[in-house]
C-alpha cells in the first residue's frame, strides 16, 4: 500500500505545548487513527525546510476523529510535538509523511 502524504492545511499552537495541524490526506492510504497516535511524521515545509512530529493524541473541537471520518473526507486534525528543535514552525503548506525508524 502506498505511503500516506499529508498536507498542513491550517496550523496554531496548542495551548499548553505543541502544536495543532489540520491535516488532508494528498496521497496514499489513509492510516488508522489508532496507528496515527503517537506516530512519528517526517515533515517537510515549502522552503525546504524539514522536522520530525510525534503525535500526541487528537483534539476534539472538530469532533471525534475516525477511520470512517478519515476515510471519506480525508481529513484528520492532529496535536502535535515537534522533536529536536520546537522552534521549527511546522504550519502551513508542510508535508508529512511516516517516519521510517
Do not use: C, Y
Not at 488532508?24 to 511524521?41: D, H, K, M, N
Not at 481529513?75 to 520546537?86: L, S, Y
Request: proline share 10%; charged share 25%.
Amino acid at each position: 500500500q502506498p505511503t500516506p502524504r499529508f498536507l498542513v492545511l491550517d496550523a496554531m499552537d496548542a495551548p499548553h505545548n505543541g502544536r495543532i495541524l489540520r491535516l488532508r490526506l494528498q496521497a496514499g492510504e489513509a492510516p488508522s487513527i489508532r496507528s496515527l497516535r503517537g506516530a512519528r511524521l517526517s515533515g517537510r515545509g515549502p522552503r525546504g525546510e524539514t522536522a520530525t512530529v510525534r503525535v500526541q493524541g487528537f483534539p476534539t473541537f472538530g469532533g471525534k476523529p475516525s477511520d470512517a471520518r478519515l476515510g471519506r473526507t480525508g481529513r484528520v486534525d492532529v496535536h502535535v510535538e515537534v522533536e529536536g528543535n520546537p522552534e521549527v514552525p511546522v504550519g502551513l503548506q508542510w508535508e508529512l509523511t511516516p517516519a521510517g525508524d
